[in-house]
């Protein structure tokens, strides 16, 4: 919060006798007249409230998720082999797949960070978190339809860095991956946890462990299948939250209930505390030095949470190879709206209706539910714990789901196969189920760390690109440059991250209080080191690989082994030459979309310097279209294209589909309903 440079309410002036603190009410709303903290440590809901949703509900909803695939696995006679648990057959649709990539992208961060870069930066913050997220995902198409031409066999991206470079660097990886799991379920845990406190009351540590049961649940007994499942329902219900919020905002709303209102509430706010480095202090401008810093860390940053994070290698390896690309841009634009039409409404609202949120509030994630519960009392306590429960449970679910991967085919396999051992499908699921409870417990354990170290959600999301960004480079090069090197991935990734800890802590180390939490968290500072992480990185990688190129035709990593057989992992000649067709649409798209995400659009709001009430409402309509459209694609599209697999569970096998011959790729472009009625069936089977 910038420092104030204006009158403002006291204590004193307010006639309330509880201390000197500053109130942040310049409305002079007589609930917050005394109250320097909107929480204030007192939970809006009953304990019991908490538990129904976090427990029972999670219980209920593993219960009812597994229940769906076990009817689909009966009624439609799909063998749950190791394959099928692991890849889902690899025949997932585009709409099913774009579902799941905006479920798994949806963290407890993009709901609470997302508002809560709006409540320091202004408009530029949801745009900046928006766009720098969206970015990975649609450059990531590329490698998802990559993967389905060079290595179609592959359960996890380490398989193809240990067929291409040994196991020296398929070791060295496997840390990063590793690594980006743990960060990513950390910051699920701890927003997560942060929320059920502070809107119910239970005790932080005892929410840490009880968020995962649920997931562990459906995760243990459907393997990928479920969660995609599970995935499915999850978007539907986030996308129709944030709907019911941005109407609440700016159309029904007694207080706000229009983007004018807003306007003018957000220029009275910075009358009193304009915001610090924004274009005349203004909250509605595209100028904000902290706003662009935020967005190169962010984009850094998840880089290296999409391409080193199994979660999406997984989903683009269950995805059809058309359904590959689309799913992933589809799925990208419509989570863009999350982020930027979510923060867009509750994050200017908490500002607008000038609410006592204090820093350590915002910090720990707490914008949206304060807002929530101001617009719509309990009700919105509920709906926004909903939300983020659903949040939390589906990513992580794909956490679980790509550790439990990781496990059985890059620890377990090569381990048995060098006691010379061929691993058996029974054996793939029996440690793939072992995995997901061991790390279940543990996403609780690291809750509660990082809690006791007194680590904010806020800290964990930008610092992330530190750790894990050297290997973004050298993980995309292994299956997309023949000439890229062991040596050269290798150094790149361990170089990278040591000059990016060495930058990180070394300029922090200038500030007052030298290296701490605080000094380390800067905007600048974080900014520096994950720039230098992913940048470093891949110019390590680039030079050692010219001066020592490899020579990959690409055999060793289309010839990984199946463990159980799997005939959609094999490609016909004509399905090759439709990728490549593919490739080519992709490429102009991912280019397109890109340059058009992070340049276009923010260089085109320049010339409008602080917006006028007039750009705003242009600005707020937009997002609110988006909104919708998102919605409207995620719920409807899914379910379309497994028109007849849900017709033959509804009936419980009585209405068969109809079954057609199976038929190779014709054209990237091609409508997938129009796939065979077995695709459709083991593909993408939702509600």
């Given at each position: 919060m910038a420092t104030l440079t204006g009158p403002h309410p006291s204590i004193e002036t307010l006639g309330c006798t509880n201390?000197?603190?500053?109130v942040r009410n310049y409305f002079s709303d007589p609930l917050y007249a005394c109250a320097t903290s909107f929480f204030d440590g007192k939970p809006v809901l009953d304990k019991w409230v908490g538990y129904v949703i976090v427990l029972a509900f999670g219980i209920a909803f593993g219960v009812a998720t597994v229940g769906l695939v076990l009817i689909e696995q009966h009624v439609l006679g799909r063998r749950m082999d190791s394959e099928f648990f692991n890849t889902a057959g690899r025949s997932v649709k585009t709409g099913l797949t774009a579902s799941v990539i905006v479920s798994q992208w949806t963290w407890a961060a993009t709901l609470l960070q997302s508002s809560n870069v709006a409540y320091k930066y202004g408009i530029s913050g949801p745009f900046w978190y928006a766009s720098g997220a969206t970015l990975q995902i649609i450059v990531f198409s590329l490698l998802a339809v990559q993967v389905k031409r060079r290595a179609p066999t592959a359960h996890?991206?380490?398989?193809?860095?240990?067929?291409?470079?040994?196991?020296?660097?398929?070791?060295?990886?496997?840390?990063?991956?590793?690594?980006?799991?743990?960060?990513?379920?950390?910051?699920?845990?701890?927003?997560?946890?942060a929320v059920v406190n502070a809107l119910t009351g239970i005790n932080v540590n005892l929410a840490s462990f009880l968020i995962p049961l649920g997931v562990i649940l459906y995760t243990l007994a459907g393997g990928l299948k479920a969660t995609f499942v599970a995935s499915y329902f999850n978007t539907a219900v986030i996308l129709i939250a944030l709907c019911i919020f941005v109407f609440q905002v700016y159309v029904t709303d007694s207080t706000l209930g229009s983007p004018s209102v807003v306007y003018d509430r957000l220029q009275q706010v910075v009358a009193i505390e304009p915001v610090g480095d924004n274009k005349g202090g203004s909250y509605l401008t595209m100028f904000s030095k902290n706003g662009l810093l935020?967005?190169?860390?962010?984009?850094?940053?998840?880089?290296?949470?999409?391409?080193?994070?199994?979660?999406?290698w997984q989903s683009a390896i269950a995805a059809t190879p058309q359904a590959a690309w689309k799913g992933y841009i589809l799925g990208g634009l419509s989570?863009?709206?999350?982020?930027?039409?979510?923060?867009?409404?509750?994050?200017?609202?908490?500002?607008?209706?000038?609410?006592?949120?204090?820093?350590?509030?915002?910090?720990?994630g707490l914008v949206p539910p304060a807002v929530a519960t101001h617009l719509m009392g309990k009700g919105g306590s509920v709906l926004i714990l909903i939300m983020l429960f659903m949040a939390v449970t589906s990513t992580g679910a794909a956490e679980q789901i790509a550790v439990s991967s990781l496990v059985a085919y890059d620890v377990y396999v090569p381990i048995r196969?060098?006691?010379?051992?061929?691993?058996?499908?029974?054996?793939?699921?029996?440690?793939?189920?072992?995995?997901?409870?061991?790390?279940?417990?543990?996403?609780?354990?690291?809750?509660?760390?990082?809690?006791?170290?007194?680590?904010?959600?806020?800290?964990?999301?930008?610092?992330?690109?530190?750790?894990?960004?050297?290997?973004?480079?050298?993980?995309?090069?292994?299956?997309?440059?023949?000439?890229?090197?062991?040596?050269?991935?290798?150094?790149?990734?361990?170089?990278?991250?040591?000059?990016?800890?060495?930058?990180?802590?070394?300029?922090?180390?200038?500030?007052?209080?030298g290296i701490s939490i605080a000094t380390t968290g800067r905007d600048e500072v974080m900014v520096v080191g994950n720039l230098v992480a992913i940048l470093s990185s891949a110019a390590i990688c680039a030079a050692v690989s010219l001066i020592k190129p490899d020579d990959c035709d690409w055999s060793a990593t289309k010839s990984i082994a199946l463990v159980d057989e799997d005939a959609n992992a094999a490609l016909t000649p004509d399905d090759e030459a439709a990728i490549d067709r593919a490739m080519k649409m992709i490429s102009a798209w991912g280019i397109g979309l890109a340059l058009v995400l992070v340049?276009?659009?923010?260089?085109?709001?320049?010339?409008?310097?602080?917006?006028?009430?007039?750009?705003?409402?242009?600005?707020?309509?937009?997002?609110?279209?988006?909104g919708l459209m998102a919605t409207g694609a995620m719920v409807l599209l899914p379910v379309w294209e497994s028109r007849a697999a849900?017709?033959?569970?509804?009936?419980?096998?009585?209405?068969?589909?109809?079954?057609e011959p199976t038929k190779t790729l014709e054209d990237p472009l091609e409508d997938d309903a129009s796939d065979s009625a077995q695709e459709e069936v083991s593909g993408a089977i939702t509600a």
């Open positions: 201390g000197p603190e500053l996890t991206f380490l398989e193809i860095i240990q067929a291409r470079w040994g196991t020296t660097a398929h070791t060295v990886f496997l840390f990063f991956a590793l690594a980006t799991n743990i960060i990513v379920t950390s910051m699920l845990i701890l927003g997560g946890s935020f967005g190169l860390s962010n984009i850094c940053g998840n880089f290296g949470t999409v391409f080193v994070d199994q979660s999406y989570w863009f709206s999350i982020p930027f039409t979510l923060a867009t409404s509750l994050g200017l609202a908490s500002l607008a209706l000038s609410l006592p949120i204090t820093l350590d509030e915002a910090a720990d196969r060098a006691m010379g051992h061929t691993p058996s499908g029974r054996e793939i699921i029996l440690v793939s189920r072992i995995a997901i409870v061991a790390f279940g417990l543990l996403m609780g354990v690291l809750g509660i760390a990082l809690n006791a170290i007194g680590v904010s959600l806020g800290w964990v999301y930008l610092g992330m690109g530190v750790i894990i960004g050297s290997a973004v480079a050298p993980v995309a090069m292994s299956i997309t440059w023949a000439k890229c090197s062991g040596a050269g991935a290798i150094a790149g990734a361990v170089g990278g991250l040591g000059l990016a800890i060495a930058s990180w802590l070394g300029y922090a180390s200038t500030f007052d209080g340049v276009a659009w923010p260089l085109l709001t320049l010339p409008a310097g602080v917006f006028s009430k007039g750009y705003f409402t242009f600005w707020v309509i937009l997002s609110i279209i988006w849900i017709l033959a569970v509804l009936t419980l096998g009585q209405i068969k589909p109809a079954m």
